[in-house]
Every structure is written in structure tokens, then in C-alpha cells.
């Protein structure tokens, strides 16, 4: 099994505060989805408002085992905002949506538990 999706693997090596810091993760509404048949592993193409500060910027994301395009049009997802660009395939990756691995290794996304504005960054 990978090691990002091993229950029993010990925590990542220590970091500062700082470290911690320099990783900028907002909170944004999807707008809009779209399939990625062109990708190596099932994903969709995600449009996310971070709101004003950063707008909409796009994510591929390997969640087609749980989750179809119109269900997640105005949920709020987490994700990584200051990785450099990915280019997968002829899509630019802007965006890393986060999410967490259930029993079989497939994501699971990561959502507050109330509504918070779009931009608001994890602390």
C-alpha cells in the first residue's frame, strides 16, 4: 500500500511553526466540474472560488470513486493554493483539493463543518 494511505505508518518527521505556515490552505466553493477522460487515473477537471483575494483556479482530482460532477457544484473544499502549477496532460493544475483516504485508499474530501467564506486559510 502507498505510504501516504498506510494507517499504520508513524507521523511525518517534525517541522517548525513556520514550515507549517508557508503552506497556504483556503477554503473554496466548486463551480464548476468537468470529467478528464485524457487522465492516466479516473479524475475530474474542478473550478474553485477561493474568493476575491485569489479567485477561481483549477484542480484535477482523482474522486470519481465517490463523488459525480453535478453533486459537487457550491461544496466547499480545502486545498493547497501556493504549490507552483501542474501541468497534467493538456490541463493545468493550479490548485492541490484535499482530501483524506478511506478502508480502500480512495479520497474522501476534506470539508469544514459549517460554511466559512470562500479564502479563509487553515490555521
Not at 52 to 60: A, D, E, Y
Amino acid at each position: 500500500m502507498h505510504m501516504l494511505h498506510d494507517l499504520k505508518a508513524p507521523p511525518a518527521p517534525l517541522i517548525s511553526f513556520d514550515q507549517f505556515l508557508a503552506v497556504d490552505i483556503r477554503i473554496g466553493a466548486i463551480v464548476a466540474v468537468e470529467t478528464f477522460p485524457e487522465a492516466r487515473k479516473p479524475a475530474l477537471k474542478l473550478k474553485i472560488d477561493f474568493g476575491p483575494g485569489i479567485g477561481v483556479k483549477q484542480s484535477s482530482a482523482q474522486i470519481t470513486r465517490h463523488y459525480e460532477g453535478a453533486t459537487l457544484i457550491g461544496r466547499q473544499v480545502a486545498a493547497v493554493v501556493n504549490f507552483p502549477p501542474r501541468q497534467i496532460g493538456k490541463f493545468m493544475s493550479e490548485v492541490l483539493t484535499l482530501g483524506f483516504p478511506n478502508d480502500e485508499g480512495e479520497v474522501v474530501l476534506f470539508k469544514p463543518d459549517a460554511p466559512v467564506p470562500n479564502g479563509a486559510r487553515l490555521f
